[in-house]
């Protein structure tokens, strides 16, 4: 089974990632500054800063913008919550490996996470094929059915035309015309749902009286089988 990939990500994707990223890389500089002045306290920063790399990551499409979000970070923490404040010093202890920590973790993170959406999108497609190939089977078993009978009638009215009342050739007819018009109806809904994608087309439902649809499945029943039993039982709400 082949997946079709897109080369260029989607605008509203593109949008997505960035405002996920710009959210929790705002959250975790509110609450280093919160640590920061209410504690005095710097150790946590690093922390929060990491769990935003983290969480950028997971719910973000792609490598990108956890990498993104971690160099930002990295950058911020160094900047405004690390002595000397307002000034970038890349000398500190410990700097290139935190840095690199916060790398790590965006693109496990990012790995793991986009590892796990094409898993599921795999899995989705799979059970498409499968809707796909029941829908198939059920759909060539009801054409079949009006199909046999439009064979059928026509086939008795031209052998026994000669030999027919015009009451007879009129309801012969009738039938013929309406099988047509049933198996006009499924195709059509038939290419209707051939038409649906995802997230493209919006589905217009409508109530039904369920006493006219048990009442034409009776009748389309009893049409091919008129002498069996039928017994339906509609509940009264």
């Known amino acids: 089974m082949k997946i079709k990939r897109q080369g260029k990500m989607p ?11 710009s959210v929790f890389l705002l959250l975790a500089t509110i609450c280093s500054t919160l640590f920061l002045f209410i504690g005095g306290n710097r150790t946590n920063v690093g922390i929060v800063f990491m769990l935003a790399v983290m969480l950028t990551a997971r719910y ?3 490598y990108v913008p956890g990498i ?3 160099v930002i970070g990295v950058i911020c923490v160094n900047y405004v919550f690390t002595y000397p404040f307002m000034e970038l010093d890349f000398t500190l202890d410990g700097y290139p490996v935190t840095f690199i920590a916060m790398l ?14 094409e898993q599921n999108h795999i899995l989705m497609e799979a059970e498409k094929e ?11 078993h009801d054409l079949r059915t009006p199909l046999t009978g439009i064979i059928g009638a026509s086939s008795a009215y031209l052998e026994n035309r000669d030999h027919m009342s015009e009451t007879e050739k009129t309801a012969m007819v009738s039938n013929i015309n309406e099988d047509a018009n049933w198996l006009l109806n499924m195709v059509e809904n038939l290419l209707s749902v051939t038409r649906i994608r995802d997230s493209e087309t919006q589905v217009t439902k409508s109530s039904e009286p369920l006493e006219e649809v048990a009442s034409e499945a009776v009748q389309r029943f009893h049409k091919r089988l008129p002498d069996t039993v039928v017994h339906v039982t509609v509940p009264d709400e």
Do not use: C, P, Y
Not at 104 to 117: A, E, M, N, P, V
Not at 130 to 140: D, E, G, K
């Open 11 to 21: 605008k509203e994707d593109l949008m997505r990632n960035i405002v996920v990223t």
């Open 68 to 70: 993104i979000a971690s």
């Open 130 to 140: 499968t809707m796909r190939a029941n829908l198939l089977r059920a759909v060539s």
């Open 60 to 62: 973000t499409d792609g």
């Open 104 to 117: 790590l973790i965006s693109g496990i993170t990012s790995t793991t996470t986009t590892h796990l959406k």
